[in-house]
């Protein structure tokens, strides 16, 4: 069994409620969440080369993994002239990406438990490699099918162990950037992917994108063997009898607690120094820990049951997903007939505007959510409340639906391509803004499941997206583009009752999950993370 972090808070404040400014100190300070032990080998006590080493080897796997999956959009018109295949086929080999996508979280993840985060990203990365070289020989609509469903279970984990990533790495201040971070390199992925694809299929020939993806895959996985250090941490045993721990009590009284909270940190805050590993135990394959992972199958939906938290992350997150697959499939489909007729390299150039809006939402609005949630604790008496968070979700809700209308109607009626790529800007600075709201919030929320959250989020949110493309065709074909989109709108919009419904009651739902929270928590495999 686990035990406690150094430095955690022992009674009182609901999950994800912490103490992030010190009032009663002799000048303020900024608390570090979670308190890094004085071990240099915690990840938290990492030199900054060394974080950003490995978090930037996450994010290039997320990023090629929905390159992999997305750009299959740019080949559409060499399927059908060359192999004969069908929107409807089109459809279907997407659809069967995300299915792998949401099935293959439900049994890789729980393996990142007991043996690390090294040992599944590897096999991963060497997977995602093979089915780029199969997609760059397959002939029928079977292997279509086939390799879309095989690149998706590969590429399952690929959200999910960035998130557990950052967790290892960052405290609770740093969180939203690098949350947004990671989101802008997935769709940098899907937008940044076709742009530079679309070149190549118009000079060298589909079969060459994926060529040319699997000489990339390749050249990451070499990095990720050579480069990436396990970021589980399981302190040394005798480190940590010897670990000195000097106590700070502070007196905070709550509403919805009237307790008092104690929280224990060192003093100062540790001065890592260098690694006491060797390289090769840094690059070790296995970084296996004691204690069964079979609960860990099943938990991840009893968490989407449970917490409110988790609920609300894997709904927004699926239906931007969904909202973002809707999108690809009808601009890959409807631009390449008139009035746009537009090549292979003119539909990867559209995908700029959705890059621009992901970049800006990026450079302004994570960096400003992170900036929020200080100053309102300031203003909360230090404490921090993961709620605070979700104000910037409900303008993105509205950016979301203008973005929808826009893009669909502007179809429907031959609007210029500019207007369309505008409205995919749009929906790109949402996408950015709610996405990293509402994985932030999970990760504050409930920091010492997150793993198994994710995976219950993973799930949800790549089901929505999957069923989106199976159902699509048959949608269009009963509603019309005009009227879809619309629909699709107007679910963007009522999504912003959700965290307005949080702010208002969502620190109550953690005070009444709290003691569940224990439960699940407990039951972990690793000492300290996810």
């Excluded at 022992?10 to 994800?16: L, N, Y």
């Excluded at 993994?65 to 060499?78: E, P, Q």
């Excluded at 996985?221 to 010897?242: C, I, M, N, T």
Aim: proline share 6%; net charge neutral; with cysteine.
């Amino acid at each position: 069994m686990e035990t406690p972090r150094q430095g955690s808070i022992t009674t009182a404040f609901p999950p994800g409620t912490v103490l992030l400014e010190d009032r009663h100190a002799s000048h303020t300070e900024l608390i570090l969440n979670p308190t890094p032990s004085d071990d240099p080998d915690d990840p938290l006590n990492w030199s900054p080369l060394r974080k950003g080493v490995n978090f930037a080897l996450t994010c290039s796997y997320v990023c090629f993994t929905f390159v992999l999956i997305d750009i299959n959009s740019l080949a559409y018109r060499g399927y059908i002239t060359e192999l004969g295949l069908t929107y409807a086929t089109f459809n279907i080999a997407s659809g069967c990406s995300f299915i792998g996508l949401a099935f293959g979280c439900l049994f890789l993840l729980p393996c990142v438990h007991k043996f690390g985060r090294r040992p599944v990203y590897l096999i991963s990365a060497v997977v995602q490699f093979a089915c780029a070289v199969w997609w760059a020989n397959f002939h029928s609509a079977g292997e279509l099918i086939g390799v879309s469903l095989l690149a998706g279970l590969a590429g399952s984990i690929s959200e999910a162990v960035v998130m557990i990533t950052i967790v290892d790495l960052f405290f609770v201040h740093q969180h939203a950037r690098f949350n947004g971070v990671f989101v802008f390199m997935q769709s940098l992925g899907t937008t940044g992917g076709p742009i530079a694809c679309g070149y190549i299929v118009v000079d060298l020939g589909w079969r060459w994108m994926w060529w040319i993806v699997a000489i990339f895959l390749g050249v990451n996985l070499l990095l990720v063997l050579f480069f990436f250090e396990e970021s589980k941490y399981v302190p040394d045993s005798s480190r940590q009898a010897g670990a000195a721990t000097t106590t700070t009590t502070t007196a905070i009284t709550q509403d919805d607690d009237k307790a008092i909270t104690t929280q224990t940190c060192p003093s100062p805050y540790p001065f890592p120094g260098p690694s006491q590993k060797p390289l090769r135990q840094r690059l070790a394959f296995i970084t296996k820990t004691p204690g069964p992972i079979t609960h860990h199958f099943y938990q991840p939906l009893l968490t989407l049951i449970s917490f409110p938290a988790v609920a609300y992350t894997a709904t927004a997150y699926g239906t931007l997903l969904a909202f973002f697959s809707a999108c690809a499939s009808a601009g890959s489909y409807f631009m390449i007939y008139p009035p746009y007729n537009f090549s292979p390299s003119a539909i990867g150039l559209f995908h700029l505007g959705g890059f621009t809006g992901a970049l800006l939402g990026t450079l302004t609005m994570t960096p400003l959510i992170d900036w929020m949630i200080v100053r309102l604790a300031k203003r909360n008496g230090g404490v921090f409340e993961p709620e605070m968070r979700l104000w910037m979700s409900i303008p993105a809700a509205g950016v979301n639906c203008v973005a929808m209308l826009l893009f669909g109607i502007g179809l429907h009626r031959g609007l210029h391509w500019a207007i369309l790529a505008f409205a995919q800007g749009l929906f790109g600075f949402g996408f950015i803004t709610a996405a990293d709201v509402a994985l932030t919030y999970l990760s504050d929320c409930y920091p010492d499941i997150l793993a198994d959250a994710l995976i219950a989020v993973v799930f949800i949110r790549n089901g929505f997206a999957a069923t989106v493309r199976f159902a699509f065709t048959a949608w269009l074909e009963g509603m019309g583009l005009q009227n879809t989109f619309i629909l699709i709108g107007m679910i963007a919009l009522v999504s912003a009752v959700v965290p307005v419904c949080l702010l208002v009651w969502g620190k109550r739902a953690r005070v009444r999950t709290a003691e569940r929270y224990g439960i699940f928590a407990g039951r972990r495999v690793v000492v300290r993370g996810v």
